[in-house]
C-alpha cells in the first residue's frame, strides 16, 4: 500500500514539473513576436496580445515585462528608440508606477536611460513623467 502511494506522488510531482515547463515553453511562444509589435507600433495587435497572454495564462503585463528584452532593451526603452508612441504610451499605463522608477536590467531606471539618450521630448517621456 505504502509503494502504491509513493509512486502515485512521484507521477503526479513529475506530471507537474512536466506541465509547468510545457507553459513555460507556450508562454515563450505567445510573447515570441512582442518585440516586432512593439518596433511596428501596433497598440491593436500589442492589447490583443496582451489579453490572450492574460485569459490563457493568468499574467498581467507586470509579470513579463522584465522578462522580456528586444535587443538588449526593455519594452518601453524599445518603444522610446523605434518612436512607436502609441504602443510605448499604452506600455507606460499598463506598468504599475512602482515598477517604473525601478532600475532595470542595466542598473538605469527609465527616466536617468531617458534622459542620457536625449529623449525628454518624447511623448512617451512626458507619460512617464506623469506616471512616477
Not at 492574460?54 to 522580456?68: A, T
Amino acid at each position: 500500500m505504502l509503494k502504491i502511494v509513493k509512486t502515485s506522488l512521484v507521477i503526479a510531482a513529475s506530471t507537474l514539473a512536466f506541465s509547468n515547463a510545457a507553459q513555460a515553453d507556450d508562454i515563450n511562444e505567445a510573447l515570441a513576436n512582442i518585440c516586432t509589435i512593439v518596433q511596428a507600433d501596433d497598440k491593436g495587435e500589442l492589447r490583443k496580445k496582451m489579453r490572450s497572454v492574460q485569459s490563457d495564462y493568468k499574467l498581467k503585463l507586470r509579470d513579463y515585462y522584465s522578462g522580456i528584452s528586444c535587443n538588449g532593451q526593455s519594452l518601453i526603452r524599445t518603444a522610446l528608440t523605434n518612436n512607436a508612441v502609441e504602443v510605448g504610451t499604452l506600455l507606460v499605463k499598463k506598468m504599475p508606477s512602482k515598477d517604473l522608477a525601478q532600475p532595470e536590467s542595466d542598473g538605469k531606471t527609465l527616466q536617468a536611460w531617458i534622459a542620457e539618450q536625449g529623449l525628454q521630448s518624447s511623448p512617451i517621456s512626458v507619460e512617464l513623467d506623469g506616471r512616477i
